[in-house]
């Protein structure tokens, strides 16, 4: 630890040359420099050889060495994620050339060393070996929307300088009224950052394509709205990003789906992939600094994993259909006062939606700030049919009418709700209803100080009472369950646990009040 370092604004970052035993690679860690609070780590990709030699920071990007397999990373320092691989691309060298044993980088241009990179092929004479080169690359170039009616994207006279942005450049949306722009063909830029105003990006039957997506206001609101009035089919349209950002003052819009993860398109089959539609983001969505996400449907999903964060206070994510791990594995982390809400009339929250391979987890994890970070939900099922998990922890709140751990045959849900001043309750209906174990096995743990206010059916349906099973815990001093009713074993199996000077308190206690049900505390 410490092999290198850099810094840049509110950003450190340290190199490690070996983690965990790791005699290869690495890691960089990232840090505030006010706080000092941990930002996170910088991972080794597979492939990697002595990554996190050489680091650099500037701007919300990460750059790190990895000179033993010579390449180099490019880091999204908001969500952690891969940006960019770099490789030598100069003639001259067929033996190791070490390139990113050193790095460098300010604002959106970059610098990698190649201490033994050779001046000529073959290296004739000691004269020409191991003399060294630097890789230089240049930021992208900026080119802003300046036709305040709106109109085509794809025409030079809406550009400044007459001139559409390319596949290397950066697309700036800052006027301050409202317009709408048109994909009238399919286009590609590095990014796209809405920097100010209401835009609306018109994508009935075109792709427009970047690697990161930035809708932030600069002292001024900025709002993006994708829409389309097709639905995918067979061909694919819409806004695809590989980073979105919804920062400051930004509010990012969708009338359609929201598909956060990589996936083949078209599908192959008549599957779920088909309702696919309007915005993609394939590696992660972060919603920060009170930054507004609000979409009708939204799939956190993806083969290597898909992530949603939701950080600081008044920072929202507003959903009316939300399925985590729908077809792999998916993700949600709320902080620092951040709101996850479900809103209007759909199916809700849904976790590990398709079957026993799916996973999706919901985070909900407080902090020392008044505010607490919460979750707000008509309906919510933790393990669909697949498996799911949500956590709430250290102050969370969740204001919650209805939900279902373990609702279908081979499901597998679990609810934690844990830390002093964590709390569960109410939204809108006069109670709160938890069912644990309804066709599927369901598991609730209550824990270290945390409170309870719902009625509980645990051990529902009936079908297999050896599967059909649902076990609530209640555990430690000051952990509270409060319940106009508590039923275990209503056809299933149900189990009340309490340990540690925990309390349950209950005006009605059932126990296998259900045809084949067991029910024991």
């Given at each position: 630890?410490g092999?290198?370092v850099?810094?840049?604004?509110?950003?450190v970052?340290?190199?490690s040359?070996r983690?965990?035993d790791d005699?290869?690679?690495?890691?960089?860690f990232?840090?505030?420099t006010?706080?000092?609070?941990?930002?996170?780590k910088?991972?080794?990709?597979s492939?990697?050889?002595?990554?996190?030699?050489?680091?650099?920071?500037?701007?919300?990007?990460?750059?790190?060495?990895?000179w033993?397999?010579?390449?180099?990373?490019?880091f999204?320092?908001?969500?952690?994620?891969?940006q960019?691989?770099?490789?030598?691309?100069?003639?001259?060298?067929?033996?190791?050339t070490?390139?990113?044993?050193?790095?460098?980088?300010?604002?959106?241009?970059?610098?990698?060393?190649?201490?033994?990179?050779?001046?000529?092929?073959?290296?004739?004479?000691?004269?020409?070996?191991?003399?060294g080169?630097?890789?230089?690359y240049?930021?992208?170039?900026?080119?802003?929307?300046?036709e305040?009616?709106?109109?085509?994207?794809?025409?030079?006279?809406?550009w400044?300088?007459?001139?559409?942005?390319?596949?290397t450049?950066?697309a700036?949306?800052?006027l301050?009224n409202?317009y709408t722009?048109?994909?009238t063909?399919n286009?590609?830029?590095?990014?796209m950052?809405?920097?100010?105003?209401?835009?609306?990006?018109q994508?009935?039957?075109?792709?427009?394509?970047?690697?990161?997506?930035?809708?932030e206001?600069?002292?001024?609101s900025?709002?993006?709205?994708?829409n389309?009035?097709?639905?995918?089919?067979?061909?694919?349209?819409?806004?695809?990003?590989?980073?979105?950002k919804?920062?400051?003052?930004?509010?990012?819009?969708?009338?359609?789906?929201?598909?956060?993860?990589?996936?083949?398109f078209?599908p192959?089959?008549s599957?779920?992939n088909?309702?696919?539609?309007?915005?993609?983001?394939?590696a992660?969505?972060?919603v920060?600094?009170?930054g507004?996400?609000?979409v009708?449907?939204?799939?956190?999903?993806?083969?290597?994993?898909?992530?949603?964060?939701?950080?600081?206070?008044?920072?929202?994510?507003?959903v009316e259909?939300?399925?985590?791990?729908?077809?792999?594995?998916?993700?949600?982390?709320?902080?620092?006062?951040?709101?996850?809400?479900g809103?209007?009339n759909g199916?809700?929250?849904?976790?590990?939606?398709?079957?026993s391979?799916?996973?999706?987890a919901?985070?909900?994890?407080?902090?020392?700030?008044?505010?607490p970070?919460?979750?707000?939900?008509?309906?919510l099922?933790?393990?669909?049919?697949?498996?799911?998990?949500l956590?709430?922890?250290?102050g969370a709140?969740?204001?919650?009418?209805?939900?279902?751990?373990?609702?279908?045959f081979g499901?597998?849900?679990?609810?934690?709700?844990?830390?002093?001043?964590?709390?569960?309750t109410?939204?809108a209906?006069?109670?709160s209803?938890?069912?644990v174990?309804?066709?599927?096995?369901?598991?609730?743990?209550i824990a270290?100080?945390?409170l309870?206010?719902?009625?509980?059916?645990?051990?529902?349906?009936?079908?297999?009472?050896?599967?059909?099973?649902?076990v609530?815990?209640?555990r430690?001093e000051?952990?509270?369950?409060v319940?106009?009713e508590?039923?275990?074993?209503?056809?299933?199996?149900?189990?009340?646990?309490l340990?540690?000077?925990?309390?349950a308190?209950?005006?009605?206690l059932?126990?296998?009040?259900?045809?084949g049900?067991?029910?024991?505390?």
């Amino acid at each position: 630890f410490g092999m290198s370092v850099d810094i840049a604004g509110d950003q450190v970052i340290v190199g490690s040359r070996r983690i965990e035993d790791d005699d290869l690679n690495g890691a960089g860690f990232l840090s505030d420099t006010d706080s000092g609070a941990s930002l996170g780590k910088l991972s080794a990709p597979s492939g990697a050889m002595f990554f996190g030699q050489s680091v650099g920071v500037s701007q919300g990007t990460g750059i790190i060495g990895a000179w033993g397999s010579e390449t180099a990373y490019l880091f999204d320092t908001a969500t952690l994620g891969l940006q960019h691989t770099l490789e030598a691309t100069a003639q001259g060298s067929d033996a190791p050339t070490e390139f990113g044993r050193s790095v460098a980088i300010s604002g959106p241009s970059y610098v990698v060393g190649s201490p033994n990179h050779d001046s000529e092929l073959g290296c004739p004479d000691n004269l020409r070996c191991n003399t060294g080169a630097a890789y230089f690359y240049f930021g992208a170039n900026e080119f802003r929307w300046i036709e305040p009616s709106g109109g085509e994207f794809s025409l030079d006279a809406n550009w400044e300088s007459d001139v559409v942005p390319g596949p290397t450049d950066l697309a700036v949306f800052d006027l301050s009224n409202s317009y709408t722009v048109e994909l009238t063909e399919n286009v590609q830029s590095a990014s796209m950052s809405v920097r100010a105003g209401d835009v609306s990006l018109q994508s009935d039957s075109f792709r427009y394509v970047v690697d990161r997506l930035d809708v932030e206001g600069n002292a001024v609101s900025a709002s993006l709205f994708v829409n389309s009035t097709n639905a995918v089919t067979m061909e694919e349209h819409g806004l695809l990003a590989s980073v979105i950002k919804i920062g400051k003052l930004g509010t990012l819009r969708n009338a359609g789906q929201l598909y956060v993860g990589d996936v083949d398109f078209p599908p192959s089959g008549s599957g779920s992939n088909q309702t696919l539609t309007d915005l993609q983001a394939t590696a992660a969505v972060k919603v920060v600094e009170g930054g507004v996400l609000r979409v009708s449907q939204a799939r956190i999903d993806g083969p290597s994993g898909a992530l949603v964060e939701v950080q600081g206070i008044d920072s929202t994510f507003a959903v009316e259909n939300l399925f985590v791990g729908g077809d792999a594995v998916g993700r949600i982390d709320v902080s620092e006062g951040g709101t996850l809400q479900g809103v209007g009339n759909g199916n809700g929250i849904l976790m590990g939606v398709v079957d026993s391979t799916t996973e999706g987890a919901v985070n909900i994890v407080g902090s020392a700030a008044e505010t607490p970070s919460r979750m707000i939900a008509s309906t919510l099922t933790v393990g669909k049919t697949g498996s799911g998990s949500l956590n709430l922890e250290n102050g969370a709140l969740a204001r919650v009418d209805t939900i279902i751990v373990g609702d279908e045959f081979g499901s597998v849900g679990r609810l934690r709700v844990a830390g002093d001043g964590t709390r569960w309750t109410k939204n809108a209906n006069p109670v709160s209803r938890i069912i644990v174990g309804s066709s599927g096995r369901g598991e609730m743990e209550i824990a270290d100080g945390a409170l309870v206010e719902a009625s509980l059916a645990i051990g529902v349906s009936g079908n297999d009472s050896s599967v059909d099973e649902g076990v609530v815990a209640v555990r430690g001093e000051g952990s509270r369950l409060v319940a106009p009713e508590i039923s275990a074993g209503l056809g299933g199996a149900g189990e009340l646990i309490l340990e540690g000077a925990a309390t349950a308190e209950s005006e009605i206690l059932k126990l296998g009040d259900g045809l084949g049900g067991t029910g024991v505390v």
